[in-house]
T-cell receptor, first 118, second 113 residues
Framework: DAGVIQSPRHEVTEMGQEVTLRCKPI?????LFWYRQTMMRGLELLIY????????DSGMPEDRFSAKMPNASFSTLKIQPSEPRDSAVYFC????????????????FGPGTRLTVT | KNQVEQSPQSLIILEGKNCTLQ??????????LRWYKQDTGRGPVSLTI?????NTKSNGRYTATLDADTKQSSLHITASQLSDSASYIC????????????FGSGTRLSIRP
């Protein structure tokens, strides 16, 4: 298996521009997570999908951020308009999880997208 | 408030030596605790995962312990290698919630030859 695939690996954009990050989860996984990592705040969960449905988006910082999962093999995280404080590494992770079941599941992280907003 | 505290923030040891990283948490109700290794420029990779009933788990030279009573965990690395240089992140999950995941700030470990 190729693991979780993210694109692009690096993105440099100017303030105000729209940014779209992409993720392909591991085949067969039904849960997908978007995280943001900065030196100051560490890893933060932004949003979690189960069976393509957003379950918890309480970590999304503000309305400029939106995420979609149109099917089981693809998700996007969009920032519009982008701001310099959005500069971070954005990780996508996937796992198999059954709502109401045991939570001893494993999350597999992608390589991340390093976003720089100037 | 759900929190995960890791210590030390950073650690430098010589190749071949052992070391122990600490994690204290206040997440409740507790479901599981995971240790991740994150190499520079890469995504985190799981080393161990432990539930309430488990108090030790090994993965090669990595051994994690869990004391659910005192809400403490440790990650012991034996006979360190240069490739162990990375950040080690403790992650605690709450019961019945895939998204109540609390991350520690990590310990940055450097192995010197």
């Amino acid at each position: 298996d190729a693991g979780v695939i993210q694109s692009p690996r690096h993105e440099v954009t100017e303030m105000g521009q729209e940014v779209t990050l992409r993720c392909k989860p591991i085949s067969g996984h039904n849960s997908l997570f978007w995280y943001r990592q900065t030196m100051m705040r560490g890893l933060e969960l932004l949003i979690y999908f189960n069976n393509n449905v957003p379950i918890d988006d309480s970590g999304m910082p503000e309305d400029r951020f939106s995420a979609k999962m149109p099917n089981a093999s693809f998700s996007t995280l969009k920032i519009q308009p982008s701001e310099p404080r959005d500069s971070a590494v954005y990780f996508c992770a996937s796992s198999f999880y059954q709502l109401g079941g045991t939570v001893s599941y494993e999350q597999y992280f992608g390589p991340g997208t390093r976003l720089t907003v100037t | 408030k759900n929190q995960v505290e890791q210590s030390p923030q950073s650690l430098i040891i010589l190749e071949g030596k052992n070391c122990t990283l600490q994690c204290n948490y206040t997440v409740s109700p507790f479901s599981n605790l995971r240790w991740y290794k994150q190499d520079t420029g890469r995504g985190p990779v799981s080393l161990t995962i432990m539930t309430f009933s488990e108090n030790t788990k090994s993965n090669g030279r990595y051994t994690a312990t869990l004391d659910a009573d005192t809400k403490q965990s440790s990650l012991h690395i034996t006979a360190s290698q240069l490739s162990d240089s990375a950040s080690y992140i403790c992650v605690v999950s709450a019961v019945r919630s895939a998204s109540k995941i609390i991350f520690g700030s990590g310990t940055r470990l450097s192995i010197r030859p």
